[in-house]
């Protein structure tokens, strides 16, 4: 008993804490996102609302800036799928120095993510290396700096060993005997690979996916540096309100809509995602560790 | 056959990783800021770094920042992961639910939900203003979530009657906690450190909201500098980084293969 109250003792005060910095906070924005003490939904219908009778839902300004965000992060999030897919099997299978193999690939995550995202401004520029490369064999150059092509390019360069890394150890720690026997009753190693490795690699996939997407709709840091414009993704035009224009009321609102769509999202994947919970977070403590 | 292939992508991919970094470094020695044209080795950009007090107020800050929420959240999510496995299973759930949420909770959001949070506070208590203990605060309030999600596997995987038993034997709350408990948890413990140390250095959009005028670390260093153009103090800056950040994995992964030799014997 004695025991049992000693250790409670510092419940209470990591309650205080989670109060203080982590409830308190977003109760804080919510109140915001309603008006403070006048409260009124209006923020949130200015999200939602038309410039003129009859505009499209897709094309109100605000919908459009998030489904920009959306399409944005998808198409980053496959391409790193589609890149980062055969990474992971390649590392998981073939090679004698696995663990010096992936830590090549998780160096660059070490080096600051602002100077990982200027390098790509330093290339993609009008003078830039790119041009300046291209130039060399006679080629056209490009003008992709300020383009959607350049903030895709920024998210796959940031986010790719996100994609690799949760697809890797999935792959390296699967049962192999699995695939021995599938193979001893006669399946080909397209069959193999359909219908054994790649059902068992779906967490893994899920995890990296996830990695992918949720910084990518958020992000206003490539979209800034990289991007053209004054409305690229949803997280420029929220770090807009709070920090030039001043409206915190509707920053909030974009905010919360924001949080509620992605934590929506993450209860989505989370139905399929059918891994015992024990074993979930001991791999997230071994991610851990790697760094 | 298969397996060349798969080496020569694999050497693709590293060279889209890394190509973009040595060019930082390369151009980094180039006396004129252009990035299409060589105008000869130089150091200029180095003497302009060391000479810029801002990056060396921006670098200490980045330091004591990470070292001091490392240290401050490893305490705090270390003792918050014994008292939450005390708990039983309903108040446990409702517990972690509530302390991951800024680990799914998109950054932006937990940054301008801080931001909102530090002003209202201040002007409660009418003292203070929004810079480094701010910045900190926030930084120790993403890190206790990682610190806790690294010790507690540890924590389930421990006898429940551990600590019980090494007071049966005499040893008092305190004794029992630090020759005991922190022993078996230590690796969970270092790792959760770890993260948050790392956590903090690269962290960018919750710094971003919660520091006040005159406070930033590197990461809103080099997001104003990038900002207003391309910057070539910026490049040496990446020399230098890359430079310490190899060398330091190189001490670790040193240091660990030594243990895990000495382990073996």
Redesign the interface.
Known sequence: MR??L??????Y???L??FI??????L??VW?SFGGTDFTLYHYARFFSPLYEGQPFFQRIYIAVLMRSIYLAVISTVICFV?GY??A???AK?YSHKSF?L???L??L??????????????L?Q???L??FL?VFGLPATDLLFTDMAVVIGMV?NF??FMVLPIYTVLRDMDKSIVEAAQDLGANKVQVFLKIVFPLSVPGVISGVTMVF??G??T??IS??LGGGQFILV?NL??QQ??RVGD?YF??AM??I??VL??FM?GLIKLFDRQPK?GR??K??EG??L? | MIKRIYTVYMGIMLLFLYVPIFILMIFSFNYTPSRNYWGGFSLRWYQALFNDPHIFQALRTTITIAVLSALIATIIGTFAAWGINTLGAKSKGVVIGLTNLPVFNPEIVTGVSLMLFFIAAIRFAGVGEMGYVTLLLAHVSFNVPYVILSVMPRLRRLDKNLFEAAMDLGASPIQAFVRVIFPAIRPGIVTGALLAFTLSVDDFIVSFFTTGAGVSNLSILIFSMARRGINPRINALSTLIFLTVMILLYIISRRDSKKSSADAQ
């Open positions: 025991v049992a000693l250790k409670r003792i510092f419940v005060p990591y309650g804490w989670l910095f982590i409830v308190a906070p977003l804080i924005i915001f890149l055969p990474l099997y390649a590392l073939f193999l830590f090549l690939f160096v660059p070490w080096m600051n993510f602002l100077l990982r995202t200027y390098a790509w401004l330093t290339i520029e003078n830039g290396v041009n300046a130039g360069y790719l060993p949720m910084p709709v958020t206003f840091v800034n540096l997280g929220i770090e709070f920090l915190w920053g909030s905010a919360v924001l949080m992605i934590l993450m024990d977070t001991d997230t403590a851990g560790a760094y």
